[in-house]
């Protein structure tokens, strides 16, 4: 296993932070093309509520930048992060547009694009192609399980096997692949976690995201989780689950994310994910970072 600053250091040189862009975008399971509503776990803000907004790709990277460039340092490298919802859900010139206007960003030395492997058509991947040849280019893909049952429940909308055709198509044209997996999925116990994993080991996944399930305000899972119908992992359970994963690893991969943290403003649960820091230091005590 390999850090993600540890990979970044030795791909870049330096450290590298990202400058999150929203677009003009939705998802296929929002807007009525394959469902509605979104994942159950997903929040208005699609996994953006981090993300700068702005009127133009240019005015969001300033904008990120700026608010990390005084801890990042002069030597430090940005990745443009396109974050928010399914950001290959839109008309291949749509996105071209705005990968070239990210790349041509004063600091933007790579790209990161997080989507859904059923919205990788094959003019999207000409884009993309177009891109990778540009500059080092990384697609993050919401996986979340293998489980084509657990899928259905949370409402996903694309089956598991679309995962594993995208990981062999991105790949094929240069793309870096990062599969984001939740552990804590209702109805999910270790060995169905631990087989999202090999899944995704299989396929070819470059990079990894873990995060626990977490709840948050006017979602579908808070409604379950307020009957009492879905319980939400502890600190020591999740990481416990989080190493096995690792030990599943090859020696190359990269874990980008050990786990992920809810905006505190909108989170119901785990509280224990509130604390960043004591949550930081528990990661880089057990895993010798």
Not at 6 to 11: H, L
Not at 183 to 197: I, K
Request: with cysteine.
């Amino acid at each position: 296993m390999i850090t993600a600053n540890q990979y970044f250091r030795k791909v870049f040189g330096h450290k590298m932070y990202k400058a999150s862009i929203t677009l003009d975008v939705t998802c296929p399971n929002r807007d009525g093309s394959k469902g509605v509503g979104g994942c159950i776990f997903c929040s208005e803000g699609g996994s953006g509520e981090f993300s700068c907004s702005g009127n133009s790709i240019k005015e969001q990277v300033n904008k990120a930048i700026d608010q990390v460039k005084d801890k990042a340092g002069v030597d430090a490298g940005y990745i443009a992060y396109f974050q928010s919802f399914t950001n290959t859900y839109c008309s291949p010139e749509y996105l071209e547009k705005a990968l070239e206007e990210a790349s041509l960003c004063e600091g933007i030395e790579a790209v990161s694009i997080a989507t859904r492997p059923d919205c990788l058509g094959s003019e999207i991947l000409n884009v993309l192609e177009k891109q990778a040849k540009r500059m080092p280019l990384f697609i993050e893909l919401g996986l979340q399980t293998s489980s084509d049952a657990t899928a259905e429940f949370i409402n996903r909308c694309y089956k598991t096997s679309e995962y594993v055709d995208a990981v062999k198509a991105l790949k094929s044209i240069g793309a870096n692949v990062i599969t984001h997996i939740i552990f804590g999925l209702p109805g999910e116990n270790v060995d169905m976690m631990m087989d999202t994993v090999r899944l995704s080991v299989e396929s070819g996944s470059d990079g990894y995201k873990f995060t626990c399930l977490y709840v948050l305000e006017n979602t579908p899972l808070e409604k379950l989780y307020r009957d009492k119908q879905v319980e939400i992992l502890g600190m020591e359970e999740y990481f416990d689950i989080v190493e096995e994963a690792i030990a599943l690893l090859p020696d190359n991969a990269v874990v980008h994310r050990f786990t992920g943290d809810g905006p505190k403003k909108i989170l119901i649960a785990p509280e224990w994910t509130k604390n960043k820091r004591q949550v930081v230091n528990y990661i880089n005590r057990r895993f010798g970072l």
